[in-house]
């Protein structure tokens, strides 16, 4: 593990290292958040939608840098965001990876941000591939100095980040699922729950079992997915939760008393998850 970088009292170190174009292989370790969930003491959030300045040309929702039109010409078209939090590759700390094709600055107002969550960014880096500008922060509690595994922070972390992110690139809220209720644009497509929900359970070992979702994104989504597993004394090792544009995508190492998953447990698994992310929502004021 590298020397931190950056404290919670000065984050200047990490600043001025994210003008270095530099990706540093990450260690690969189990062990996260075993059973826990919901710790009182995390701050809760309070996302504002802000409606900022933005140019009057038109949005279209897809990756793609460019697009043709029928008279000849180009028209600007908005990347998919991508946020990813990854509880596996660093021993040490909680990796979260943000990327908006090439349109991402520093993100010194995020940093800050996680840094009002009571979180220290002990390392920062920015590398560039074919799919645009990757910031990369290594992220550890401040109270603890160690990684992040509470589900209620780690979605915290999530929401902060793609709030700041639609502030300050309000074309990405017609991207994210998060558009609808924060976002200057909401999304032009809507994702049918059922068709966008896959769940699939694979052996990883005779120790662990790795289960793999992909539904529609919404918010409170990781505490939910947590909540679930844990509710039928299924342990949550580790994991990785991405955020892709309207889609949610979540990888967990998960066991049953120190052992990998057995077909009828992994299908009761299967259904709980399935039934929690398609049942219609009801308006408590409808009863």
Do not use: W
């Not at 009057?56 to 078209?77: C, F, L, N, W």
């Not at 939090?85 to 941000?113: C, H, K, N, Q």
């Not at 994104?217 to 679930?228: A, C, H, Q």
């Amino acid at each position: 593990m590298a020397v931190p970088m950056a404290s919670c009292g000065s984050i200047s170190g990490v600043y001025a290292n994210l003008n270095a174009i530099e990706k540093i292989p990450i260690s690969s370790s189990p062990g996260l958040f075993r059973s826990s969930f919901g710790l009182d003491h995390v701050q809760k959030i309070c996302l504002v939608p802000k409606r900022l300045a933005f140019s009057e040309s038109t949005i279209i929702p897809k990756a793609s840098s460019t697009a043709a039109v029928e008279d000849g010409s180009s028209q600007e078209t908005v990347p998919t965001p991508k946020v990813i939090i990854d509880l596996d590759s660093d021993p040490e700390s909680t990796v979260v990876e943000v990327t908006f094709g090439d349109r991402l600055g520093a993100l010194l107002d995020t940093m800050s941000a996680l840094k009002n969550l009571g979180l220290n960014v002990v390392k920062a880096n920015v590398y560039l591939d074919s799919s645009g500008k990757h910031n990369k922060l290594c992220i550890t509690n401040a109270s603890t100095g160690r990684k992040v595994e509470d589900p209620e922070l780690l979605e915290a972390i999530r929401l902060t980040i793609i709030s700041n992110l639609m502030e300050f690139h309000p074309e990405s809220s017609s991207q994210l699922a998060m558009g609808e209720a924060f976002g200057a644009y909401q999304p032009a497509q809507k994702l049918d729950v059922d068709i966008a929900t896959h769940i699939h359970i694979y052996d990883d070992g005779p120790d662990q079992s790795l289960l793999c979702v992909e539904a529609a994104d919404r918010p409170g989504l990781i505490v939910d997915l947590v909540k679930i597993i844990t509710e039928i004394n299924i342990d949550v090792i580790s994991g990785e939760f991405d955020t892709e544009g309207l889609l949610a995508k979540a990888k967990f190492h998960v066991n049953y008393k120190n052992k990998a998953l057995i077909k009828p447990l992994q299908q009761v698994l299967a259904n709980s998850l399935r039934y929690y992310l398609r049942r219609p929502t009801t308006e408590e004021s409808s009863f």
